[in-house]
């Protein structure tokens, strides 16, 4: 069970590990601070904000393990 799944909205750790893998495509393997630069920009709805969160999270854990 994901973390925030239990959460309105919440992202799923399947949906989080896709995203993940979208934003290294889009950012040419900088998942991290692709996410990073999609919050910072803004613009997103709350379901996507929380994707980026999400992943941002994840890749920050992985980072440190």
């Known amino acids: 069970m994901s973390l925030f799944s239990w959460l309105p909205g ?3 750790d399947a949906e989080v590990r896709s995203e993940v893998w979208s ?3 889009r950012h040419r393997g900088e998942a991290l601070e692709g996410a990073l630069a999609e919050l910072k920009a803004g613009g997103l709805s709350t379901e996507r904000a929380q994707l980026l ?6 890749l920050k854990q992985s980072r440190s393990a």
Not at 53 to 58: D, E, L, T
């Open 23 to 25: 934003l290294g495509v």
């Open 53 to 58: 969160q999400a992943c941002v999270r994840k």
């Open 10 to 12: 919440g992202a799923s």
